[in-house]
Structure formats: structure tokens, C-alpha cells
């Protein structure tokens, strides 16, 4: 099994019904170069990459853009149209006033598998009491949270909010709330690496590419960054991968994570065997 646990599916086609609402995801997310991709498409590329599921994830700005750039309803719509492939989270502005019940509705009335929350978009830091709520409704529901991380190049953004060491005490408050740093945090990766060694409801995912191709910044930040061992012997299984489509190129970055020097044991982990543990399992 091969899990992609971090793909925007801001621009699916069916989703993507007028103009006006397309122009205003270009911008919220700061991606401009690319159309919007038929569900065969979709699928192609999948099987190209040789993905077996994508975690789709959706935005909700409403704080700081006016609004969800893609809502947990249309997330539901998508996984309803391929069941077998795509894997839906919630999203809520956790500063807005309904967020406690929209969160209640994804998870109880939607079904959705997890939380999408971007600290530095959304202007939070994750030790913020008042998200204190949402993290109670998590646990109660048994879903993880799959937190932006590190850098972003959305606008409108701070990367203060989401630097590693800032979930420190989420995580030491919350020790049965599984967390994934997204990104890997990069460019602190080694302070997540220090997290996921003293937490281990902490994960992280492979989606940091931002200098050169695939492979080259792969092997930079995980065998060297990241010492290969690192993550072959003590952070093995806490590490999945995840793309961050359509940002980047979902097939190559598949390929590249296959051509690090990691045991098979280890790469079948990061591929799908952590995201499975990690959410929960895939019912």
C-alpha cells in the first residue's frame, strides 16, 4: 500500500464549477502555472507514481482569506466519486466561532478521517488555549491532526507560528493525540526529528521540496540533514510520505523516496504502513 498523506485537491475538475472560484484558489495558494485535472487525470498520475490512495486535504481561511479555499463538503464529494482511492480531512478556522461545531459535523455527519490545520496561515500557535476544544474533539473521535509546518509559500503567511518546537507542548499535553508535522518542518527538520524521538504520537511527512529535483533534495535532507540512519533505525516509523500536490510533482517526488538508500523494511513503512497507523486505520 502506498499513501500520498498530503495532496490539495484545490484544483480537481469537479470541484471546480466557475471561474471566479478557481481564479480565487490560484491566488489563496499562491499556484498559478496549472489547470484544473479531470478525475482521469487524477488517476493516471496515481498510477504512474504507483499510489494506491491519496489524503485529500482541504483549507479554511475564513479568518484571514474570507473564506474556506476548499470546504469538508466538497472533500466528502470527492472521496464519494473514488472510495477506493481518496482518503478526506477536515479543515476548520480554529479562531472562528463555529469551529467546534463544523469540526463535530466532518467527523460525525461527513465522516472525514483527520484534521488539516496551517498554523501560519491561520495565525495561531498550536499551544494556543483556545484551540484547546478542537483538540478534546479529536481525541474524542480518535482522528489525528496533520499540521503545516516549516516554511510556506502561501501568502499571508508566518512562518513563526509553525515552527517545530512550538508543538512541543501539544505534544506533551495531548500524548495520545497523533500529530504529523507537515513537511518534515523543514527548514528545522532537526528539531522535528528531536520531536518525534521524545514523542511518539509525533510523525512527519516527506512533503519539503524546495530547492532542485526530487532526489537530490530528498537525499540532502534525509540522509544528510538527517543522517540516513536516523531515520532507518530510530524514526522509521514515524515518517510518511507526502508530496504536497500540485505544488510538486507527485510522480517524480514517489520515485526519488524510493531511491534513498532505506531498508525495504523501512521504505514500506514510510509508503503507506505509518499512514495507515496513523490514521487509523483506512475503514
Same mark, same amino acid.
Given at each position: 500500500?502506498?499513501?500520498?498523506?498530503?495532496?490539495?485537491?484545490?484544483?480537481?475538475?469537479?470541484?471546480n464549477?466557475?471561474?471566479?472560484?478557481?481564479?480565487?484558489?490560484?491566488?489563496?495558494l499562491?499556484?498559478h502555472?496549472? #489547470?484544473?485535472?479531470?478525475?482521469? =487525470?487524477?488517476?493516471?498520475q496515481?498510477?504512474?507514481?504507483? @499510489?494506491?490512495?491519496?489524503?485529500?486535504?482541504? &483549507?479554511?481561511?475564513?479568518?484571514?482569506? #474570507?473564506?474556506?479555499?476548499?470546504?469538508?463538503?466538497?472533500?466528502?464529494? $470527492?472521496?464519494?466519486?473514488?472510495?477506493?482511492?481518496?482518503?478526506?480531512?477536515? !479543515?476548520?478556522?480554529?479562531?472562528?466561532?463555529?469551529?467546534?461545531?463544523?469540526?463535530?459535523?466532518?467527523?460525525?455527519? $461527513?465522516? @472525514?478521517k483527520?484534521?488539516?490545520l496551517?498554523p501560519s496561515?491561520?495565525?495561531?500557535?498550536? !499551544?494556543?488555549?483556545?484551540?484547546?476544544?478542537?483538540?478534546?474533539?479529536?481525541?474524542?473521535?480518535?482522528?489525528?491532526?496533520?499540521f =503545516?509546518?516549516?516554511?510556506?509559500?502561501?501568502? %499571508?503567511?508566518?512562518?513563526?507560528?509553525?515552527?517545530p518546537?512550538?508543538f512541543?507542548?501539544?505534544?506533551?499535553?495531548?500524548?495520545?493525540?497523533?500529530?504529523?508535522?507537515? =513537511?518534515?518542518?523543514?527548514?528545522?527538520?532537526? &528539531?522535528?526529528?528531536?520531536?518525534?524521538?521524545?514523542?511518539?504520537?509525533?510523525y512527519?511527512?516527506t512533503?519539503f $521540496?524546495?530547492f532542485?529535483?526530487a532526489k537530490?533534495?530528498?537525499?540532502r535532507?534525509?540522509?544528510?540533514?538527517?543522517?540516513?540512519?536516523?531515520? %532507518?533505525?530510530?524514526?522509521?516509523?514515524?515518517?510518511?510520505? #507526502?508530496?504536497?500536490?500540485?505544488?510538486?510533482?507527485?510522480?517524480?517526488?514517489?520515485?526519488?523516496?524510493?531511491e534513498?538508500?532505506?531498508?525495504?523494511?523501512?521504505l514500506?513503512?514510510?509508503?503507506? &504502513?505509518?499512514?495507515?497507523?496513523?490514521l487509523?486505520?483506512?475503514?
Open positions: 500500500m502506498f499513501i500520498d498523506i498530503h495532496v490539495h485537491p484545490a484544483f480537481f475538475e469537479p470541484i464549477t466557475e471561474e471566479e472560484q478557481t481564479e480565487f484558489r490560484h491566488n489563496a499562491d499556484i502555472r496549472n #489547470g484544473t485535472a479531470p478525475l482521469e =487525470h487524477i488517476f493516471n496515481m498510477r504512474c507514481a504507483g @499510489l494506491d490512495r491519496l489524503c485529500l486535504l482541504p &483549507e479554511d481561511y475564513t479568518t484571514t482569506a #474570507g473564506r474556506a479555499v476548499v470546504t469538508n463538503e466538497e472533500i466528502r464529494s $470527492l472521496v464519494d466519486m473514488a472510495p477506493d482511492k481518496f482518503i478526506g480531512f477536515a !479543515s476548520v478556522d480554529p479562531l472562528a466561532d463555529d469551529c467546534c461545531e463544523k469540526l463535530e459535523h466532518a467527523f460525525a455527519d $461527513l465522516r @472525514l483527520g484534521l488539516k496551517h496561515r491561520q495565525w495561531f500557535y498550536p !499551544s494556543d488555549e483556545r484551540l484547546e476544544q478542537i483538540y478534546q474533539i479529536c481525541e474524542k473521535y480518535n482522528k489525528p491532526i496533520l =503545516h509546518s516549516g516554511l510556506s509559500w502561501e501568502p %499571508d503567511t508566518l512562518s513563526k507560528y509553525a515552527k518546537m512550538e512541543e507542548e501539544l505534544a506533551y499535553r495531548h500524548p495520545k493525540l497523533r500529530i504529523c508535522l507537515a =513537511h518534515f518542518g523543514w527548514p528545522w527538520v532537526q &528539531e522535528t526529528a528531536m520531536l518525534m524521538v521524545k514523542f511518539p504520537n509525533v512527519a511527512d512533503s $521540496l524546495y532542485d529535483c537530490e533534495f530528498y537525499f535532507v534525509l540522509t544528510q540533514d538527517l543522517p540516513v540512519t536516523w531515520i %532507518d533505525r530510530s524514526l522509521r516509523h514515524q515518517v510518511m510520505f #507526502g508530496s504536497n500536490n500540485p505544488r510538486f510533482e507527485q510522480i517524480r517526488m514517489a520515485q526519488a523516496i524510493q534513498l538508500d532505506f531498508r525495504e523494511s523501512t514500506e513503512l514510510i509508503k503507506g &504502513e505509518n499512514a495507515i497507523e496513523f487509523g486505520g483506512l475503514d
